[in-house]
């Protein structure tokens, strides 16, 4: 009996260390510096240039040369859409001057050389402080691929459920951004 206890006990500890060290192995990768999944870069805000776009003071660093910001999961009314399209960009009225954490796991910029990217202020996620708002809506094809996928789920779901911003049942947003831009094109 001694012998099967001592056995299932050697494979316990065998199996133990092996989480371990696997455990071990992903916190050291997830805590590389440089640029990598987990990494975080602070900047301070410019300007909103829109409901979901934000101009920083001075570009990120000197290998990410990129002054705009792109928030992560969310859509925004286009300025041109009245009222909503002003209203959005003003919910990012505050984060003037103020600095921010941006958080991405890409750091390549867009065509448009923005960075995608989760904007933090202290505790506060940005985009989801956008969403609950009511100042946009959340991107759904991305949803299943977004880290923060059901913050931002649940934010946009209480503006909804609380009919804020483009949610607001006496004037809701009847029109996506892009079929705005499709009817009315650009001059």
């Not at 989480?19 to 900047?43: N, P, Q, R």
């Not at 969310?74 to 300025?79: K, M, S, V």
């Not at 804020?164 to 499709?182: C, V």
Request: glycine content about 8%; proline content about 6%; aromatic content about 8%.
């Amino acid at each position: 009996m001694f012998g099967i206890i001592q056995r299932i006990w050697h494979r316990l500890v065998d199996t133990r260390w092996s989480i371990a060290g696997a455990i071990a192995l992903l916190m050291l990768g997830l805590t590389s510096s440089g640029h990598g999944a987990d990494a975080t870069l602070t900047a301070t805000v410019d300007y909103a240039k829109s409901g979901n776009t934000l101009e920083l003071l001075t570009e990120l660093s000197p290998d990410l040369p990129i002054t705009t910001v792109r928030l992560t999961g969310i859509q925004a009314p286009d300025l041109d859409q009245e009222p909503w399209g002003e209203a959005a960009r003003d919910c990012l009225a505050d984060l003037r001057d103020q600095v921010i954490r941006l958080e991405t796991d890409d750091w390549t910029p867009d065509v448009y050389n923005r960075l995608w990217a989760y904007g933090w202020q202290g505790r506060e996620l940005i985009n989801a402080a956008t969403l609950e708002q009511g100042c946009a809506y959340l991107a759904a094809a991305e949803l299943p691929h977004l880290q923060y996928g059901l913050d931002l789920l649940y934010a946009q779901e209480s503006a909804r459920l609380l009919g804020r911003g483009i949610w607001n049942p006496d004037n809701p947003l009847r029109e996506t951004p892009e079929a705005f831009r499709q009817r009315s094109p650009a001059p």
